[in-house]
């Protein structure tokens, strides 16, 4: 498995597997699995060479972090990279009084999850993550969903930002400089949330969901450049766009958690068409094509079943020709500025 390493302020820094895994999936979003198949998957990805697990208290109410924590006992800790986020604590409820999430996460914990950017509330997180996970440390923390796609509107946004400046990063850089963690950032939907952190504040990592994709480049107009002249590492997730570029334009295909727009679909059949004439699976592409920017540090796919962690591998290891690149370009399916070997 190749890995990049990163080191933007000179503490040591950080080796990421090109191939991270996103364990939102592991914590029942869109169906239950057992405890067993999601170790069984964990185990798989890791036999398979991959090393940075990203997680939140989000992601099937704690359970995906609880799951992290039988996998992680027995591994070394230097071995591999652990993320988690904080901006949401969760508080207990009575069963059937958890908010209606949007990632639609089954057979959960009764948990109700409550926003909290303020210094207290990021170190209790951090407490509580470090409890559920069963680990002595966290090597980076991401603020979550700072985006209007989770908030609801730009003043909602607004307020959750100031809050987090004024109390939560205070709590991280304090954090970064103690040596607890070794890193921080932010986890969004939308990059316009990471420049504007990043304009306001000294951020080293972003996990940028679905904004850096075969379908989306309009990070290229300011914030990539901005990441990249100031050494921050981007890690993508949602790649696949939640699964179209996976699954192909086949009706029902998902594309930001909901069901495809036919522009959409338009769009990722021509993109499926010229991977076809040169003989490469458009997933293959899609999960290799962010990777060519110097920015970005690791891709990271998630996946329910053991299939799912061998397919990302597939694509992962997958050579690209470079005439497919340049065919994505002349057709106008990629940005010319799009950064792919030449």
């Not at 036919?262 to 003989?279: F, M, S, T």
């Amino acid at each position: 498995m190749k890995t990049r390493h990163w080191d933007r302020i000179g503490n040591g820094g950080l080796t990421f597997t090109e191939l991270g895994f996103g364990t939102a999936p592991l914590g029942n979003l869109y169906r239950a699995i057992s405890d067993d198949d999601a170790h069984a998957v964990l185990t798989r990805a890791w036999d398979l060479g991959t090393r940075y697990f990203d997680t939140a208290p989000l992601y099937g109410l704690g359970l995906s972090e609880t799951r992290l924590n039988r996998f992680l006992r027995d591994k070394p800790r230097d071995d591999y990279v652990l993320s988690t986020k904080v901006g949401r604590l969760l508080t207990r409820c009575e069963r059937g009084e958890e908010r209606d999430l949007i990632g639609k996460f089954f057979d959960v914990p009764a948990r109700r999850e409550v926003f909290d950017y303020t210094y207290d509330g990021v170190m209790r997180s951090l407490e509580f993550s470090l409890a559920r996970l069963g680990v002595d440390r966290i090597d980076i923390l991401f603020a979550h969903d700072l985006d209007i796609f989770t908030h609801g509107s730009q003043a909602a946004l607004d307020a959750k930002l100031n809050e987090m400046m004024a109390g939560g990063y205070k709590a991280l850089m304090s954090l970064r400089e103690q040596g607890v963690i070794k890193a921080f950032g932010a986890g969004v939907n939308e990059w316009q949330s990471c420049q504007w952190l990043t304009e306001h504040g000294d951020f080293d990592l972003f996990l940028l969901a679905g904004r850096y994709t075969l379908l989306e480049q309009e990070a290229l107009d300011s914030f990539l450049p901005l990441a990249e002249n100031r050494g921050i590492g981007i890690v993508i997730g949602g790649p696949y766009n939640s699964g179209i570029l996976a699954t192909g334009p086949k009706p029902g295909a998902f594309y930001n958690y909901d069901p495809a727009p036919q522009h959409i679909l338009d769009q990722v059949a021509k993109i499926e068409a010229i991977c076809k004439r040169h003989g490469v699976r458009m997933v293959d592409a899609a999960f290799r094509f962010p990777l060519h920017h110097p920015a970005v540090v690791s891709v990271i796919p998630g996946g329910q079943g053991v299939a799912e962690v061998e397919a990302n591998f597939t694509a992962a290891t997958t050579e690209i020709p470079s005439a497919l690149w340049a065919d994505l370009k002349a057709e106008r399916l990629i940005r010319d500025d799009a950064p792919v070997p030449a």
